[in-house]
């Protein structure tokens, strides 16, 4: 069995090269997480143009690809551990770039979509992560973000109870700082100063799932949309276009052609 090294610190990124062969185990350590990615892909739009490209940032194991086929992607990965983009790659992750997210190594606004899943409550400077996905954003792209927030709630639930109850599954332990959990208003403000307005909304597991799951009858308890964001939440927005940008593409539209 894997194990993450008990001499690790809280929220050491090194644990994900450890456990690399969990992504895709479905009992394993990583299962809830492909939960929340079948979410994720439910707020990415089709794409509209050929060629278009998303950027998953932080991917893991890949767990968001099988959510996006036939939305019209090139699934770009970005993410520290080697072995885990080992791991997308082998699940079909497009290319993965071994990257900080804090310092993403992709182009200003080369992405249509930009996804930051269960990954900003990693990082020291949230705000620096938003701005860094907010720059390889094109103007009238999608952000879509997961994550955790800073809240007494989440923190009973995420940490004290899934990394130390005997669950079916378990989360490893050690592998949250709860002073890392974010912000939301935080959150909000920093995707608006890149010129995302984010809507957030909740994850909630659709209770009559847990019996079943607790029972092995169920593989997976599915997440639904709440109104209660205190646990684990979603934002999405689409990136301002910019007022010269517009009045340059209105300019080369040929006469005769929109209102
Ligand atoms: C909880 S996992 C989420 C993975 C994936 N987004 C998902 O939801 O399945 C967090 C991921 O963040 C990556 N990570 C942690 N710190 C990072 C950093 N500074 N830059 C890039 N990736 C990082 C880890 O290697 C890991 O794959």
Known sequence: MTTVSSTRIPNDPRQYDELADQWWNPEGTFASLSWIARCRAALVPTA???NAVLVDVACGGGLLHPHLVG??????????????????RAHGVDQVIRGDMNRIPLAN??????????????????????????RILRPGGTLVVD????????????ITLAENLPLRVKAPKGCHDHRLFVNRAGLVRAAAAHGVSLRLQGLAPKLSDIPGFL???RPEIRLIPSRNTS?????VGVKRVRADARSHREARRPAGIGG
């Open 231 to 235: 646990v684990l939440f979603q934002g």
């Open 215 to 217: 029972f092995h009858r």
């Open 48 to 50: 509209t143009r050929e």
């Open 71 to 88: 939305k019209g992607y090139t699934h770009v990965g970005v993410d520290l551990s080697a072995e885990s983009g080992r791991v997308a």
């Open 147 to 158: 994550t955790i927030p800073d809240t007494a709630i989440a923190r009973l639930l995420i």
């Open 109 to 134: 606004e080369c992405a249509d979509v930009v996804t930051a899943g269960q990954c900003l409550e990693h990082v020291t400077d949230p705000a620096r992560v938003i701005a860094e996905c907010c």
